[in-house]
C-alpha cells in the first residue's frame, strides 16, 4: 500500500511541475541533446477570444431567397471554406459557427481591417481558361465568357472556355527563379489534364486568358504543349496578392453566398480591463477559499490547499495545450470551478471528522472518508458535466460561442477537481500524516 502512495507522490509531483513548466511558458521546446536536432516546438502561449483581444463579429446570412430551403451540408461546407480563407489570409483563432439554418457567426480576433477580412471571403473566384485566340488582352480587362454567354451584348465577341477552376487539382504560391516575382503553380485533376493538353498541342503561339470572375488576370502565350499536367498562372503578382489568389482558388466558390447582416467591432481596451478583473477576480476568490479551509479544517485543509495549488497549475496547462481560447464566460467557468473544487474536500473532511469521533486511527478514517463520501461527489459532479454538455450543445447549434467557453472550462475544471480531490488531497494526507499519533494533535483537524 505504501508502495502505491510513493508512486503516486512521485507521479503528482512530476505532473505539478510539467503542469507549472507549460503555465509559466509561452513556447515549449525540447531539443534532442544527441543530435541537437529539435523535437518540439510549440507556441503555447494563451489564447484569448474576442471579447478579450478585441477584433470583429459579424453575422453572415444565406444571401438566397426567403423561400429556398438551404441544405445543412451546404451551410457546413460554407463555413469550412470562410474559414480556410480566413486562416489562409493569416487572420489566427477564427471561430465560425453555424447558427440555426441560414446564418453563420463569425469571430475575428485582432483583426485591423474587418472589412477587407469579410470582402474577401465572400468572393467567389470563378477561375476560367479561356481561348484568346490571336488576340493579347491586358490584364484587368473586363470579358464575357459562354460559361455565361447572356450577359453579353449586342456585338460582343464572347471567347470559349477552355476549363473552369474545378479542374485544379493542387494551388501554390512560388517565386520565380528569373526576377523574383511571385507566380500561383497548380496541377489539374487527371481528367482535365487531356483537355489542357490537347488545347495547348493545338494552340502553340496563341493566347489563352486566365480569367477570375469576368476580369483578365493574365493572358500568356501558349509557348510549347503543356502536357503533364503542371502549369502556372503569372503575372505582377506581390506575396500577398498571389497568397490572397491561390486561397480563392484552393477554397473554390462557395455553396451558399453570404451576406454581412451585422457586425460589431470590440475594442482592445475593453478586452486589456476585462482581463485585469477577471485576473483580479480569480487570485481573490483562490486567496478566499484557500483561507477558508486553511481555518475551518485546520491540517487537512491546509493539505488541501496545497492540492488547490495542483488543481490550478494542471487546469492552466490543459487550457494551453488543448488549447482553449479564454473568453470572458470562460475566465467565470474557471473561477466557478475554483469553488467547485473544494466542494470534494468539504465531503471528505466533514466525514473525516465522524469517523475520528468513531474512533478510527487516522489511517482508517481517511480511507473510509473517501470511499463513504464518493458516491455523493461522484453523483454531483456528474450532474455538473451533464449541464455542461447541454450548454456546450446549445452554444454549437446557435453559434453562442461564449456559452461553449463557459461550459469547456467548467467541465475541465470538474474532471481536474475530481482528479486532485481523489487523488492528490488523499496521497498528500497520507504521506504527511501516516505516522501521525491522533491523541496529541486532535486540535490539528478540528476537533
Given at each position: 500500500m505504501n508502495r502505491n502512495r510513493n508512486l503516486w507522490?512521485?507521479?503528482?509531483?512530476?505532473?505539478?511541475?510539467?503542469?507549472?513548466?507549460?503555465?509559466?511558458?509561452?513556447?515549449?521546446?525540447?531539443?534532442?541533446?544527441a543530435t541537437n536536432e529539435t523535437m518540439i516546438d510549440r507556441n503555447v502561449a494563451v489564447k484569448l477570444g474576442l471579447d478579450l483581444r478585441g477584433g470583429l463579429q459579424a453575422l453572415l446570412e444565406?444571401?438566397?431567397?426567403?423561400?429556398?430551403i438551404i441544405n445543412a451540408e451546404d451551410m457546413g461546407n460554407t463555413k469550412t471554406i470562410l474559414e480556410n480563407r480566413a486562416n489562409g489570409l493569416g487572420v489566427s483563432e477564427v471561430v465560425m459557427q453555424v447558427a440555426g439554418d441560414?446564418?453563420?457567426?463569425?469571430?475575428?480576433?485582432?483583426?485591423?481591417?474587418?472589412?477587407?477580412?469579410?470582402?474577401?471571403?465572400?468572393?467567389?473566384?470563378?477561375?476560367?481558361?479561356v481561348d484568346?485566340?490571336?488576340?493579347?488582352?491586358?490584364?484587368?480587362t473586363a470579358i464575357v465568357t459562354d460559361t455565361d454567354a447572356s450577359q453579353a451584348t449586342e456585338g460582343q465577341q464572347v471567347y470559349h472556355t477552355v476549363m473552369t477552376g474545378a479542374a485544379l487539382d493542387t494551388v501554390s504560391v512560388g517565386q520565380n527563379s528569373v526576377g523574383g516575382t511571385y507566380a500561383i503553380s497548380f496541377t489539374l485533376k487527371s481528367d482535365a489534364s487531356q483537355?489542357?493538353?490537347?488545347?495547348?498541342?493545338?494552340?502553340?503561339?496563341?493566347?489563352?486568358?486566365?480569367?477570375l470572375d469576368?476580369?483578365?488576370i493574365s493572358a500568356p502565350t501558349v509557348s510549347t504543349p503543356i502536357t503533364g499536367g503542371q502549369g502556372q498562372i503569372s503575372g505582377n503578382f506581390t506575396y500577398e496578392s498571389a497568397n490572397t489568389l491561390a486561397i480563392q482558388l484552393r477554397s473554390g466558390s462557395l455553396p451558399v453566398p453570404v451576406k454581412v447582416v451585422e457586425s460589431r467591432t470590440v475594442g482592445p481596451t475593453l478586452g486589456e480591463e476585462s482581463v485585469r478583473k477577471s485576473v483580479l477576480a480569480g487570485a481573490i476568490g483562490l486567496a478566499v477559499v484557500i483561507l477558508f479551509m486553511a481555518f475551518n479544517y485546520r491540517l487537512p485543509g491546509i493539505i488541501a490547499d496545497l492540492a488547490l495549488i495542483v488543481y490550478a497549475?494542471?487546469?492552466?496547462?490543459?487550457?494551453?495545450?488543448?488549447?482553449?481560447?479564454?473568453?470572458?464566460?470562460?475566465?467565470?467557468?474557471f473561477i466557478l470551478s475554483i469553488g467547485m473544487a473544494v466542494d470534494a474536500n468539504v465531503l471528505i473532511f466533514e466525514r473525516l471528522k465522524e469517523e475520528l469521533r468513531a474512533g478510527r486511527t487516522l489511517s482508517q478514517a481517511i480511507d473510509l472518508a473517501w470511499s463513504r463520501a464518493?458516491?455523493?461527489?461522484?453523483?454531483?459532479?456528474?450532474?455538473?458535466?451533464?449541464?455542461?454538455a447541454i450548454l456546450f450543445l446549445f452554444g454549437n447549434t446557435f453559434g453562442a460561442s461564449m456559452v461553449k467557453g463557459f461550459s469547456v472550462t467548467l467541465a475541465l475544471g470538474v474532471l481536474v477537481s475530481l482528479f486532485t480531490a481523489i487523488n492528490v488531497t488523499r496521497t498528500f494526507l497520507h504521506t504527511a500524516l501516516d505516522n501521525l499519533k491522533l491523541g496529541g494533535h486532535q486540535s490539528w483537524f478540528g476537533l
Open positions: 507522490l512521485v507521479l503528482i509531483l512530476l505532473l505539478t511541475a510539467f503542469s507549472a513548466w507549460v503555465a509559466f511558458s509561452n513556447r515549449i521546446l525540447i531539443v534532442n541533446p444565406a444571401d438566397v431567397p426567403a423561400d429556398r441560414r446564418r453563420i457567426v463569425a469571430e475575428f480576433p485582432g483583426v485591423s481591417d474587418p472589412e477587407a477580412i469579410v470582402a474577401a471571403l465572400k468572393q467567389t473566384a470563378l477561375l476560367e481558361f484568346m485566340g490571336d488576340t493579347p488582352v491586358a490584364a484587368g483537355i489542357f493538353a490537347d488545347y495547348t498541342t493545338a494552340n502553340v503561339g496563341k493566347y489563352l486568358g486566365i480569367v469576368k476580369k483578365v497549475l494542471v487546469s492552466l496547462m490543459l487550457f494551453k495545450l488543448i488549447p482553449v481560447t479564454l473568453t470572458l464566460p470562460g475566465i467565470a467557468g464518493w458516491p455523493s461527489i461522484r453523483d454531483s459532479n456528474i450532474s455538473t458535466l451533464i449541464t455542461c
